[in-house]
């Protein structure tokens, strides 16, 4: 009787633990960024420092839709739940594999969504992940994710789209977001929502010029897809920050502001934290002078209504694309004998802003600095910036003629001519013509990988580039009327809609930003009509320029006479919504202060992996991340490289990161940065990897896009274990 009560027990345990609703959180990876805590961490201790050397590939996945000529990215942190592994692919393919061997159970093609007109922009563009929902009973399993403007629901279990979502398992993004003309606007569901009982929380990514949507916040319903709350970021006549507008019309004109690197979210209090990105135009304010809340800021909402708590700015009146780029990090520290709930955001001049979770209030000192007031006529830059005194720093903040890169005595005369060339040395100098440095650069500091923490040191892990790229500002183009030459009409279409990226010269900037030198060589009419409607990659669509600009731009760039004169008028240069007319400046390019080798133009550390003590706000340690292997064999230490993709923690004391140009992921020793175990990959793991237990083992898998700084595109994802 004794035997069969005990063999009665260890039944029942078993029957629980095998229907326990989604298991452990953080054994598996139910969430971007491993849980709604956005700290990137795993309790699992199956590979330690003693054994992550003895880490082989566990199996290997490829999805086929990699562009061959290298324009693709995959940059997903997939999901792992009961383990199956959710992901996309470079096309937006949602596919669901066992996750003990990569073996595909279902794919989903929006390709071939027979319900919805799906833009071929919308495949082109960027996924960073997906999100998972089920109910208290661990019914109704869903996956929920974006292609495009487009948010699809799909059923977990076999792939299908679930009919009672919006229309026929889908919804427009651009739909219902207290806007006039959304229809031809650029939406994209980049980084996935957060999940709040019933809701999905969204943010969106918008473009960055003058025609740019205002990026509000909206939750909606995961049975129904239909909008449950919205929360204004540019703020609506009565509505809190309306009068940090100096234009009362600006919610009107006025894009951005918008979230597009990922939320994290206080369950228990039922607070969702929300950072905003600049307000557009990016680098000239003139139309849009005053603080410009909610832009620039980590808001704190009520998740269930959308109902303001707090918000922090973080820069005030952005002149310089200072987003806050990626999730904020909820920890708990200790401080002044206290543990205090807080809220940790990265920052891309490399700070991290630690507040108090309920209030908002600096843990630490923040400092408003006078800032540089020299500005362009029309500009009125704010006077102060928030500087925290803690924690310290996580990049270099400085960038001055001792800081350039000495390696090669040529290529060093070279730069320090071109250093020359920018006048304006100090953060935050307001944009001008005579050029400032931003440093640690538009992608450095932290960039949307995010950081990792550690729950029980309170210790966060973070990833960082550093990187100066000038910024320089020059007189738009005046409207050209009457008979003009071959591509004159076009020069000045071209510089309205495309300079600011590809630059007056039509180079690019060699990495992220392709040349358009010759491009008649490469592609026809037809083709370059389509890439600027449709967009690609990281290249928004352009469907607000006309039929006739559209033609000017083409004749332009294919260096094709123009048969009829053009003029730009009213008429003929139209926006997706009421803009302002007569933007007069803009920036001449993205340009990166690197070398004729391409290596940047600055003393390494180029890309470095740090970690900071959120208890008393001092940087641990700061180690090199990646290398250029051509330099190592000349006897020059690891330079460390740009790097997109962020970190994970586990508790046996590991950090894993790929995110290098180099192409391969490593794992560092959490206490001392020190390197244990690294492995190439098919193409660089721009992404941040998930480790998971699936059948009493450890894995680590991360997605092998490329496709950035020059680098192969790929379309596979490999799993290590032990």
């Known amino acids: 009787m004794k035997d069969k009560s005990i063999l009665l027990l260890i039944v029942v345990i078993g029957f629980v633990s095998c229907n326990m609703p989604a298991t452990n959180y953080y054994n598996e990876w139910h969430t971007y960024a491993g849980s709604k805590d956005g700290n990137r961490y795993s309790p699992n201790t199956q590979i330690t420092p003693a054994n992550v050397s003895q880490l082989k590939v566990a199996w290997s996945y490829s999805s086929g839709d990699k ?381 949307w990988g995010g950081a990792a923490v550690d729950p029980s040191s309170h210790i966060l892990y973070v990833n960082c580039s550093e990187l100066p790229w000038a910024q320089v500002m020059i007189d738009v183009p005046k409207s050209i009327g009457g008979s003009h030459s071959t591509n004159t009409f076009g020069k000045a279409i071209y510089s309205k809609y495309c300079m600011a990226c590809h630059g007056p010269e039509l180079k690019g900037n060699g990495v992220n930003i392709p040349s358009l030198i010759d491009i008649e060589k490469k592609y026809n009419e037809t083709q370059v009509n389509n890439l600027i409607v449709n967009g690609r990659n990281m290249m928004p669509p352009f469907k607000q320029i006309s039929e006739t600009e559209r033609k000017a731009i083409i004749a332009f760039l294919l260096k094709i006479p123009e048969k009829e004169p053009g003029t730009i008028t009213k008429n003929t240069v139209k926006s997706t919504k009421d803009i302002h007319e007569g933007i007069p400046y803009m920036m001449n390019g993205y340009n990166r202060f690197i070398d004729k080798d391409g290596y940047p133009g600055i003393k390494p550390p180029w890309g470095t992996l740090n970690a900071v003590d959120l208890n008393n706000g001092k940087l641990l340690w700061k180690v090199a991340l990646g290398e250029y292997p051509e330099l190592t064999k000349r006897g020059i230490a690891p330079t460390g490289t740009e790097n997109y993709g962020g970190p994970i923690v586990t508790k046996a004391g590991l950090i894993f990161i790929a995110a290098t140009k180099d192409e391969k992921i490593r794992a560092f020793d959490q206490k001392t940065g020190k390197l244990l175990w690294q492995a190439p990959l098919p193409a660089a793991g721009y992404a941040t990897p998930a480790t998971y237990m699936v059948n009493g083992k450890q894995y680590v898998v991360i997605a092998c896009g490329g496709g950035k700084i020059g680098s192969k595109s790929g379309d596979t994802y490999v799993a290590f274990s032990l």
């Open 67 to 447: 562009d061959p000529d290298n324009h693709s990215q995959n940059q997903c942190n997939p999901i792992i739940v009961d383990g199956i592994l959710y992901g996309t692919s470079p096309r937006l393919k949602l596919f669901a594999l066992d996750a003990a061997t990569g073996q595909q159970i279902w794919s989903f093609d929006p390709a071939n969504d027979s319900q919805h007109h799906i833009e071929p922009s919308a495949l082109n563009q960027i996924s960073r992940g997906v999100v998972y929902w089920q109910d208290e009973h661990g019914q109704g399993k869903r996956i929920l994710y974006s292609a495009g403007s487009r948010l699809y629901a799909i059923n977990a279990i076999d792939g299908k789209l679930i009919d009672g979502f919006g229309e026929y398992g889908s919804i427009d993004l651009k739909k219902d977001l207290d806007q006039e003309h959304t229809e031809d606007a650029y939406v994209a569901g980049t980084t996935p929502g957060i999940i709040y009982k019933d809701l999905l929380i969204m943010g969106m990514r918008l473009t960055e010029g003058e025609d740019a949507l205002s990026g509000h916040i909206r939750a909606f319903d995961v049975h129904t897809g239909k909008r449950r709350w919205i929360f204004h970021t540019i703020p609506h006549p009565g509505e809190l920050g309306y009068d940090t507008w100096e234009d009362k019309n600006a919610w009107k004109k006025t894009g951005g502001a918008n979230c597009w690197a990922g939320m994290a979210l206080d369950e228990k209090r039922g607070i969702v934290y929300i950072p905003t990105g600049s307000a557009t135009p990016d680098f000239y304010g003139g139309f849009r002078k005053g603080q410009n809340l909610f832009a620039n800021s980590l808001v704190a909402l009520d998740a269930e209504t959308g109902k303001y708590i707090w918000h922090y700015q973080v820069v005030h009146h952005d002149m310089w694309d200072r987003d806050l780029p990626a999730n904020p990090n909820l920890v708990t520290v200790n401080h002044d004998g206290k543990q205090i709930d807080a809220v940790a955001q990265i920052t891309k001049h490399g700070f991290v802003f630690l507040l108090n979770r309920t209030t908002g209030r600096p843990i630490f000192p923040i400092d408003e600095k006078a800032v540089p007031q020299d500005a362009l006529p029309g500009e009125k830059p704010w006077p102060t910036q928030p500087i925290p005194v803690l924690p310290e720093p996580f990049a270099r903040q400085h960038f001055d003629e001792q800081d350039i890169n000495d390696m090669d005595t040529a290529s060093y005369n070279e730069m320090l001519a071109k250093f020359k060339l920018v006048k304006n040395r100090t953060m935050f100098s307001p944009p001008s013509k005579a050029g400032g440095w931003i440093f640690p650069g538009f992608d450095g500091g932290g960039e």
